[in-house]
């Protein structure tokens, strides 16, 4: 938690590099919401799924607002950091969707795993962020994704699928924000 803060510090000094970071945000929810329309079947799907989508959507487009007009009309992939929330998201899914027995508990375990950390990481970044709108946006999402970490808990995830999930997402989380600093602040070269 301390390097994130640290991070967040950091690009909240730089607006460039904090719409930057927005960015990835939107692209994160966006690849969230993507991750429900393909990991359940349209059998499956119900209402409190269909809600899920939505918010996840919206959480996308709030994000992406904030993030400023110049950045809001681009394409996620001429963002700074685009690679580096590709490569995590894809990982923590690839590598959390082995775990469970059951198919169709691929979903909400890599669901589960991104919950935690948006529910570490957003109201960090709320204490300490300028930015008024982000303020809004954030506020507004963290409302959301209570009632999402509780219908997590309602699906009975095992333990053990659990705990192993959050080892993997720890380890891909420290890999992405070395990358995400390491861009934010080269070191010199010698």
Sequence with gaps: MTELLSFLQT?????????????????????GCRK???????????????????????????????A????AERSWREGKFADLGWNYFRCLDEQTSRLPEEKQ???????WAIERRVMEVYPA?????RNEELRRALAA????????????????LPTEVKDRAILIERGL???FVEGLKARVDPAPLS
């Design 105 to 111: 508990d691929c979903y909400p375990i890599v669901s």
């Design 173 to 175: 989380w420290r890999e």
């Design 125 to 129: 970044y709320l204490k300490i962020t």
């Design 36 to 66: 429900i329309l393909k990991g359940v079947p349209f059998e499956r799907m119900d209402l409190n799924l269909l809600q899920h989508v939505s918010e996840e959507a919206s959480h996308a487009y709030l994000l992406k607002k904030a």
């Design 68 to 71: 400023g007009p110049e950045i």
């Design 11 to 31: 690009i909240c000094e730089k607006p460039h590099w904090e719409s930057e970071w927005i960015d990835l945000l939107s692209q994160l929810e966006y690849v």
């Design 141 to 156: 999402i963290l409302e959301q994704e209570k009632r999402h970490g509780a219908q997590f808990e309602g699906w009975n």
